[in-house]
């Protein structure tokens, strides 16, 4: 498809288990973006990868998150020893490489820590 | 630190025009302005962004004040699907965009 693409759209997963989260930005998308959504909550920056320099990782919010991203394209989200409070919409977003202009949102991964 | 400051919440009646302000007042001068919008149950939408001069686009126009140390979104006439919560962005290109809380827009018919 010609959008941004996210998988699975929904996992739950039991406390303690690790997770791996799937974005496939548009093509040609050298920007791409992880964001979470808790309910009810607004947005929170994660990590964001521009092209080959060094991700800016600095919203990750513990050791437990990390993000890579193969080739320039496709990037996976990783959160080991999952936790409730890691419940929450996980969002991949993607731009040219100036990302000066719009931002791509896909529908996002429906994470569930029981 | 979203560095905009906008009002929690605003409301507005169908087919009027809706101004929504946004407050950046330590905006540097190679910062962008964006907005974007959710809509309930989706992901972030694009509504438009600017650097110095007002933009106009189908969705929207954004007025940026002379100064650049706010800007208003201008709705012309808002519609039962505007309802959403607009987020005011002032980034830096290549640096990664920061949401706030945004404004929770309710329109009424």
């Known amino acids: 498809g010609a959008g941004v693409s996210q998988s699975p759209s929904n996992k739950v997963t039991e406390k303690g288990k690790d997770v791996e989260l799937r974005c496939d930005p548009i093509?040609?998308?050298?920007?791409l973006y992880w964001y979470r959504q808790s309910l009810g909550q607004g947005l929170e920056f994660l990590i964001y990868f521009q092209g080959n320099s060094a991700p800016d990782k600095s919203g990750l919010p513990s050791d437990r998150f990390s993000a890579e991203r193969t080739g320039g394209s496709v990037s996976t989200l990783t959160i080991q020893r999952t936790q409730q409070e890691d419940s929450a919409v996980y969002l991949c977003?993607?731009?040219?490489?100036?990302?000066?202009?719009?931002?791509?949102f896909g529908e996002g991964s429906r994470l569930t820590v029981l | 630190d979203a560095k905009t400051t906008q009002p929690n919440s605003m409301e507005s009646n169908e087919e009027e025009p809706v101004h929504l302000p946004c407050n950046h007042s330590?905006?540097?001068?190679?910062?962008?302005i964006h907005w974007y919008r959710q809509l309930p149950s989706q992901g972030p939408e694009y509504v438009i962004h600017?650097?110095?001069s007002n933009v106009n686009n189908r969705m929207a126009s954004l007025a940026i004040a002379e100064d650049r140390k706010s800007s208003t979104l201008i709705l012309h006439r808002a519609t039962l699907r505007d309802a959403a919560v607009y987020y005011c962005i002032r980034n830096q290109a290549g640096t990664a965009l920061i949401f706030g809380k945004g404004t929770t827009l309710s329109v009424s018919s």
């Open positions: 330590t905006i540097s001068g190679t910062d962008y």
């Open positions: 600017g650097l110095t």
């Open positions: 093509s040609g998308h050298t920007a």
């Open positions: 977003a993607s731009s040219t490489e100036t990302n000066t202009g719009e931002l791509f």
